[in-house]
């Protein structure tokens, strides 16, 4: 052979490449590693000396560990997650739901207007009654609020 041979990296787009993609992998595998010992963590069937063992396997014999994992277990991973992630959206619900209805229980502006119209409606007030009624109301002066001047 009188020819030069060519090797990947005396083509610097290629090596640029390939290190972008050895990269892009190394980056892959923690991410696939850490959601495999969060997910041993996460699951509440298995025993604690279930998650030792399998914590143990991934970090003696990393890719063993992590490719018998995703094997053995893989299937269910999605699922744990949706569950923890429909928990989390429940909590988050639950908490707004309570800061929305705030620290009193009286009735919103909304509720007090509703329970006016069918005052009127039933002919118990006057139009006129219900105007002022509406306009206490609004200014949030009815509510123990000092009514809003503009």
């Known amino acids: 052979m009188t020819g030069e041979t060519y090797l990947a990296y005396d083509y610097p787009l290629l090596s640029a490449f390939w290190t972008m993609l050895l990269f892009f992998l190394w980056v892959m595998w923690f991410v696939l590693l850490f959601r ?4 041993i963590f996460r699951d509440d069937d298995l025993s604690g000396w279930a998650k030792t ?4 396997f991934c970090v003696v014999l990393p890719f063993l560990g992590v490719f018998v994992y995703v094997v053995a277990r ?16 429940k909590q988050v619900d ?22 006016l119209s069918e005052i009127k409606a039933r ?3 006057t139009d006129e009654e219900f105007e002022r009624a509406k ?3 609004l200014s949030d002066y009815g509510r123990g609020r000092p009514p809003v001047h503009h």
Do not use: C, F
């Not at 495999?36 to 997910?39: A, K, L, P, R, T």
């Not at 893989?74 to 959206?89: F, L």
């Not at 209805?101 to 329970?115: F, N, R, T, W, Y």
């Open 36 to 39: 495999i010992i969060v997910d």
């Open 53 to 56: 063992g399998w914590l143990v």
């Open 74 to 89: 893989g299937k269910n991973m999605g699922r744990r997650e949706v569950k923890h992630a429909q928990a989390q959206q």
């Open 94 to 115: 639950d908490y707004i739901r309570e800061t929305a209805k705030g620290s009193s229980d009286k009735p919103s502006s909304a509720d007090e207007l509703a329970k």
């Open 123 to 125: 002919g118990d007030i």
């Open 135 to 137: 306009q206490l109301v």
